[in-house]
């Protein structure tokens, strides 16, 4: 039997890395695809260059309820009339719709636990819903005949938490390419020869290390200039603090930029910033694509001392490390800036770590599972 392949995600598919690397990695397998994601941060995202991808148009602003009952309909919807034999439940929130759509078609279940969602950040001081997305996940995840990990500290964890033993490793790296233009900050953004560039790319939320850098960039106005890019439920706040800092002229939000579109701008910067705060176990067993999208941008890396992420800094020598508990920072930023020649060596261990850091290279362990 032909291998036919549904994709499921509670997010734009054009924004996420992770799952259109995935559909053009099925494509090699099978040319029945279908996936649909949601859209609620921006309408105007909306996209439909991919013919096998729906995205559709969600609003919070009438009532929570509405929205989640509304996604639940589209996804049943979408999850009945397939014709699909593998079912990927691409986050929790996915998960029971497509186990019980798939059960009912006898079909093979795939999920990504791409976080350890009963343990997300941000919802730190929401105890009951943590409670129920763990009680959720207990529920479904052994109904998966797959569970992907994003990294080895994640499938450990999933492993003596439920059990399991039908783990597959899967972190989120970005596919090979070398064919990326830069975009000239400097020229654009009238940023001084004198500064470095400083790119942050990812989410806006709290615990990602951006008011870290705020902090530092008041005493390093003159050395350092942060480009945002990426939007989420914080990006207002973050804006507002940029200015109540007096840091507007040392901090540009761009806004989200197509996956397509990306390393256009990583980059174009000098260093990567991936200042991941320990506020959850979520973000203290973090792997971030963007960890690899500035390996392969050869742009070398700032990062948290959490240890998956320094791991992969100290072991390809592509980057600094911060400390967390130290708050040295401004100490670290300096030496950053006055090692400037540092920075040309770490481009090219960057460079180097690309040709192993690749989806190409990461996606053969699953699909070696689906022949």
């Given at each position: 039997m032909e291998k036919s392949f549904f994709i499921a995600y509670l997010g734009n598919i054009y924004f996420d890395t992770r799952s259109l690397n995935l559909i053009n990695s099925l494509k090699e397998k099978s040319n029945s695809i279908?996936?649909?994601?949601?859209?609620?941060?921006?309408?105007?995202?909306?996209?439909?260059?991919?013919?096998?991808?729906?995205?559709y148009s969600l609003s919070k602003k009438k009532s929570?309820?509405?929205?989640?009952?509304?996604?639940?309909?589209?996804?049943?919807i979408e999850l009945l009339s397939s014709k699909a034999n593998y079912f990927f439940a691409m986050d929790l929130y996915t998960l029971p719709f497509v186990v019980i759509v798939a059960k009912l078609k006898k079909g093979i279940v795939i999920y990504d636990a791409r976080e350890?969602?009963?343990?997300?950040?941000?919802?730190?001081?929401?105890?009951?819903?943590?409670s129920i997305l763990r009680f959720i996940e207990k529920k479904f995840i052994g109904k998966a005949s797959i569970v992907i990990a994003?990294?080895?500290?994640?499938?450990?964890?999933?492993?003596?938490?439920?059990?399991l033993s039908n783990i597959v490793v899967l972190r989120n790296l970005p596919k090979y390419n070398k064919n990326f233009t830069q975009i000239d900050f400097r020229t654009e953004l009238k940023i001084p020869d004198n500064k470095l560039i400083l790119i942050y790319q990812g989410i806006v939320l709290?615990?990602?290390?951006?008011?870290?850098?705020?902090?530092?960039?008041?005493?390093?106005?003159?050395?350092?200039h942060v480009v945002i890019v990426g939007n989420g439920e914080q990006l207002d706040f973050y804006k507002s603090l940029a200015e109540s800092m007096k840091l507007s002229e040392c901090v540009?939000?761009?806004?989200?930029?197509?996956?397509?579109?990306?390393?256009?701008y990583t980059s174009s910067a000098d260093v990567g910033l991936s200042l991941i705060e320990n506020v959850s176990l979520s973000y203290y067993y973090a792997l971030p694509?963007?960890?690899?999208?500035?390996?392969?941008?050869?742009?070398?890396?700032?990062?948290?001392?959490?240890p998956q992420?320094?791991?992969?800094?100290?072991?390809?020598?592509?980057?600094?490390?911060?400390?967390?508990?130290?708050?040295?920072?401004?100490e670290l930023l300096l030496k950053i800036y006055n090692e400037k020649e540092k920075l040309k060596e770490l481009k090219i261990n960057c460079a180097k770590a690309s040709r192993e850091l690749n989806w190409e290279n990461e996606i053969t362990n699953l699909l070696k599972l689906l022949n």
């Open positions: 279908s996936a649909v994601g949601f859209e609620w941060r921006d309408h105007s995202k909306i996209n439909t260059k991919q013919k096998e991808i729906k995205i929570s309820l509405f929205f989640y009952l509304k996604f639940v309909f589209i996804l049943l350890l969602f009963g343990f997300l950040a941000g919802l730190v001081e929401k105890d009951k819903i943590q994003t990294g080895e500290m994640d499938a450990e964890f999933l492993a003596k938490e439920y059990s709290h615990g990602r290390g951006l008011k870290i850098i705020f902090d530092a960039l008041q005493n390093l106005k003159d050395k350092f540009t939000f761009v806004g989200r930029i197509e996956q397509d579109k990306l390393l256009n694509n963007k960890l690899f999208e500035y390996i392969m941008a050869e742009v070398p890396l700032l990062s948290s001392n959490l992420m320094q791991k992969i800094v100290e072991n390809y020598s592509v980057g600094f490390v911060y400390d967390l508990e130290k708050n040295n920072l401004n």
